[in-house]
Structure formats: C-alpha cells, structure tokens
C-alpha cells in the first residue's frame, strides 16, 4: 500500500528526482538538471513487485537500506530531505501527483532486468498521460536504441570525459509527513518481501561515503597490486578495487571513478608497478558499460540465449543433483567449494574464480545457464545485470562468438592457491589433508585418509562427476554443435550488433625507450577476445 503524504496547499511549481539505482549527491546529472528548474522532491520507492523476482536477496536490501541513509543525511546537510514510499512506482506517482500535481519526472537510465524494464516503461506511459515531463539521463556509457555499434566507443569517451555534474543552490519541497529511512517499522523486512533473510557476515556496506572512501584508497594504496594480485582468490580482496557494488547500486559515479584514476595514473611514473594497475583498471571500467550495452541492446539474453543455434544444448539435461551440490559448495572439487563458501559468507568473489563456478556448472555439470545465473544474482552483492547475464553466457558458450572457456578447478587451484591457504581457509576439513593430497584429495589412499582423520565421500565430498570425462564429452556437445552451417552463419549478425569494435580508448603502449605513446588503433574485431572480455590473462 502507498503510504500516505501530507503536502502544503501551495507548494508551488516542483520537480521529483526518482533515485534508483543511484544512491548518491556528487555528480548526479539527474538531480542538478532538475534543481536547475526550481524546487525539487527527492524520492525514493521501495517497490514490493521488484523484491518478488528471483534475481533479488536480502543483501541487496540491507545495502540499498544503508545507501538511502547515507543519502538521507547528505540531503539533509543541504536543508533537504529524502522522500521514501512503499509501493508501486507508478501509484506512488499518481498519489503525489493527485495531492499536487509536479510538472517533471527525472532519473538515471537503468539497464536492469526485465522488471525494471517493464517498469520503466509503464512510468514513461504514466507520464505521458498526465501531462508529466518525463527525463532520463546516462548513467553510464551506455547508449539507449542504439543503430550502430561503431558510434559506441566515441560516444562512451565522451560521457566519461565531460565535467561531472555539478549540485546548483538547491530548494526542496519537504512534505511533512515524509517517511524516514531511519525509522525500522517502516522499513520491510526481508521476509515480508519474501526474501531469505540470509545476510553474508562479511559483506561490504553500502553508501557514498563508503564507496568513496573505497576508491580514495584503492586510488592511493591498493593499485599497486591491482596487476597480478586481481586472480587469486586469497589477493583479490584487497588487490581489486572493491567498488563493483558501489556501481551496481550508483554510490559511486562511474564517470568519476574514471576521471579519478586518469588523475591519479597521471601522477604516476609511467613504469610503476601502480600505474599499470590503474590502467588495466582504467580498461575494465570501459568493458564494465561495453557488456552493459548488449543487455540494453537485446534484454532477452537474460532468459534466451544470445544466439538462438544453441537453443535446446543444455535444457534436457538439467541434473538438479548437480546443481544443489554446486550451490552447497560439495561438488567434490575443493577450489570450487571454497568459492562458493566465500562468496555466501561475503557476498563477493574474484572475477577468474566466478568464471571459473559458472565453466564448471556449464561443463562438467552440464548445467543451464539462466538458473546458475538467479542463484548467483541472490549470492553476489554487486550483481549488475547487464555484465552478469553476458557473461553467463559467455562463459557457457552460448553467445557463438566468443572463445570457449573452459576453466580446469584442479589447475585453477595450482596455479592461485598452491601451498591451500585459501582452500583451507573456507573448507576446515582440508586443513588436514597432507599436502601432497592438496588438489586431489579423493585419491588419498585409505592409510593417508586414517592417518589425517578425513574420510573422502564425508567430510570431503568425492566428485559428482568424473572430470575428464564429463569436460570432454561437454566441450564435444558443444562444438559439434557450433560446427553446423547453420550455426554458423548467423554469428556474423551477432558479432554485428554486439562485438567490440577497438581497443579502450586512452591506452597506451610502451616505446623502445621506456615512454608510454597512444595505443593504434586496430581493425573492427570479428569476436570478444578472452582479454575483451574482461578475463585479462586468461588460463584454461
């Protein structure tokens, strides 16, 4: 139910700003433009439909619940308030218009799921018929109708390289009756959205402040070990740089995290070891909104497979045995179920070893994409939706124009955590296997499994599946099926709409003398490379 708002009889002439997801003050174009104009009223709704899709979970709530509270006192330091209602977007609309009618709508373009996308629609379909000027703005570098896939990359260095938006003097419409953040009744709880109320005990928290003192030290300490410290599972906690979640939810501006990092890389010699971090930062920023792109281009990838030959692959053979010993971590494989302990405890993992859950569910366990998909929605806090669908299907192999990733759990395990400190940190019965057993535990001989006190098929699950086997049988699956005429004359339609045309721009190369110069420019790209596809030094 909508709550209800108590407004003044002359409230005069005002603009609402509907914060979605951008929980912020500091280059908010929304709100500056419509500050611009006159009085404004901040909002915020809670919409009960959104939290019954599959792709939602309490963490996210709990981190939306600390944004508008950051949001709410910085608001306040400006003599506003933030305007909370619980309902539906296009009610809440109505109910305020109704007590006195607003002369324009403003927010941030959202590349969300098809909810948001229904939504969205409905509040543009809203205002048309009251008479409601109704504006969106980028928050991205992502490009609504796009034609042209080759007009992207200019048009995304041009947002990144604008001024940020700047707050002019700003007048509030403050409602009396507003609802404030802070007041717990009012606030739903998890399970009266119908959520589980599950929360990761380490996860981030959220708000501005929090994300921009992420990147304060991200910029300033934690580069420097940004370039070989983002794959392993044991380094990537403090060598990445932690904002994702800030991004998904707009506590953070992208285009400010870019302008700072260009700042800070600037001030830096052109061989430190921090530079390099801060640019091959700089060009997973770019990568973050080119992914972004292909859901706002085509919305259905988070359902239908981006290229419809492989409809029909992995449907019959959905295994729900394999798919609760993936999402209980007691696949057998310890790499793996040390990732899946991490991330429900923290609600956050590395980017190789969430490649390498999603290769091992699309693999071995020959395991659709789109339910692999929902549960890791609800286990990571930063899900942004457009790079989480592409690259689910990107790392299941069903976007026909990228390279087949194939991700090995036991070479993983080798090559990031070789002495087990990682897998013994999330998996205690591991501390006691011998480490000689470390990545093969169930071939201890009975004596060996005697001696530490660790039964394999008890406390270390045997594998559900033979490895080898089931690895060689998917990979021929699937390129036998590539392999069709068929199959492959539709991908240049694919790699058309959303292939990746040229490097990032503003990247450099090193000179015979040491000096950085401009990146060339390369030819159109027929297909995602492994680097472009945000898996920088990739390893099968």
């Known amino acids: ?88 977007v296009t009610d809440v609309l109505a109910e305020l218009h109704t007590q006195h009618p607003f002369e324009a709508l403003h927010a941030h373009e959202e590349t969300g799921n098809a909810h948001t996308y229904a939504r969205d629609l409905a509040v543009g379909r809203w205002c048309r018929d009251n008479g409601v000027g109704w504006h969106e703005v980028p928050q991205f570098g992502v490009v609504r109708r796009l034609s042209n896939r080759n007009t992207w990359q200019p048009r995304w260095e041009a947002l990144m390289t604008a001024p940020t938006a700047t707050l002019p003097p700003l007048s509030f419409v403050d409602p009396p009756a507003w609802c404030d953040p802070h007041t717990r009744h009012r606030w739903p709880t998890p399970e009266s959205l119908g959520l589980n109320p599950w929360q990761p005990p380490q996860r981030q928290l959220g708000g501005e402040r929090a994300g921009l003192a992420v990147l304060a030290d991200f910029l300033e300490h934690r580069s420097s070990g940004y370039r070989g410290g983002i794959s392993s599972p044991l380094h990537a906690p403090d060598a990445c740089s932690r904002l994702s979640a800030h991004l998904a ?56 497979n981006l290229h419809r030959g492989y409809d029909g692959l992995r449907e019959p053979g959905w295994n729900p045995a394999h798919f609760e010993a993936l999402q209980q971590g007691r696949t057998g494989w310890p790499m793996v179920d040390a990732c899946v302990a991490m991330l429900h405890h923290t609600g956050w993992l590395n980017f190789r070893m969430r490649a390498m859950l999603v290769s091992v569910a699309a693999y071995p366990l020959w395991l659709h994409w789109r339910e692999v998909g929902l549960w890791l929605a609800r286990e990571f806090l930063d899900y942004e939706p457009g790079i989480h669908w592409s690259q689910l299907q990107m790392q299941s192999g069903t976007t ?41 535990p169930w071939r201890m001989p009975e004596s060996v499994q005697a001696a530490c006190g660790v039964r394999v098929g008890h406390d270390i699950p045997l594998p559900v599946v033979d490895l080898a086997t089931a690895t060689r049988e998917a990979k021929t699956r699937l390129h036998g099926l590539r392999a069709q005429p068929e199959v492959k004359a539709a991908k240049a339609a694919i790699v058309d709409k959303h292939g990746s045309r040229k490097g990032m721009p503003g990247r450099t190369r090193r000179t015979a003398d040491g000096h950085e110069a401009p990146l060339r420019t390369r030819r159109a ?14 390893e099968q």
């Not at 500091?26 to 919409?47: K, S």
Request: proline residues 7%; aromatic residues 8%.
């Open 400 to 440: 026909g124009i990228n390279t087949t990733r194939v991700y090995n759990p036991i070479k993983q395990a080798q090559d990031h955590d070789p002495h087990g400190h990682f897998v013994r940190q999330w998996l205690p019965a591991m501390r006691r296997v011998p480490d000689s057993w470390l990545f093969e």
């Open 525 to 538: 790209r027929t297909t995602d490379t492994p680097q472009l596809s945000l898996n920088l030094d990739p």
């Open 249 to 304: 939810y707009g506590t953070v501006s992208l285009r400010h995290v870019v302008q700072a990092t260009r700042a800070r890389a600037a001030e830096l010699p052109a061989q430190s070891r921090q530079r390099q971090g801060l640019n091959a930062f700089l060009s997973r920023l770019y990568w973050h909104c080119h992914f972004i792109q292909k859901l706002e281009s085509q919305p259905d990838i988070e359902w239908r």
């Open 1 to 88: 139910m909508v709550q209800p708002l108590d407004c003044p009889a002359a409230l005069g002439t005002y603009r609402v700003v509907w914060f979605k997801r951008d929980l912020r003050l500091h280059d908010h174009t929304a709100l500056a433009q419509a500050a611009a104009h006159g009085p404004v009223l901040c909002l915020y709704v809670l919409e009960p439909s959104l939290w019954a899709q599959p792709d939602a979970a309490a963490q996210h709530l709990a981190f939306i619940h600390e944004s508008l509270r950051d949001l709410h006192r910085a608001l306040k330091a400006h003599g506003g308030r933030l305007l909370l209602r619980v309902g539906e």
